[in-house]
């Protein structure tokens, strides 16, 4: 079983930055690929970022030249910073773990981007 652990959520004003954090343990594949999604309220889940073990990543349209996803394949984290942040960046970010076929989520930790 993997386990993940969010961390580094909270309030922000807009323009300002924020580090989340996702810590991996249990059985965890050598080769997989950790991320990051997020879920507004009345909206659907979606994609903000993702990394493989060897460092590609990919990330949203909305996201682009603002976030960066980051790893520590050694500690099995994944990290996410988020710069000049936005009303809309505000939702639960999960982490998201993806290992033969299989996916798992961390409990979630809220952003609110408000002045």
């Known amino acids: 079983q993997v386990q993940l652990v969010e961390s580094g959520g909270g309030l922000v004003q807009p323009g300002g930055s924020l580090r989340l954090s996702c810590a991996a343990s249990?059985?965890?594949?050598?080769?997989?690929?950790m991320g990051w999604y997020r879920q507004a309220p009345g909206k659907q889940r979606e994609l903000v970022a993702t990394?493989?073990?060897?460092?590609?990543?990919n990330y949203a349209d909305s996201v682009k030249g603002r976030f960066t996803v980051s790893r520590d394949n050694a500690k099995n984290t994944v990290y996410l910073q988020m710069n000049s942040l936005k009303h809309e960046d505000t939702a639960v970010y999960y982490c998201?773990?993806?290992?033969?076929?299989?996916?798992?989520w961390g409990q979630g930790t809220q952003v609110t981007v408000s002045s």
């Open positions: 990394i493989t073990t060897s460092g590609s990543t």
């Open positions: 249990g059985i965890i594949f050598r080769i997989n690929t």
């Open positions: 998201n773990l993806q290992a033969l076929s299989r996916g798992y």
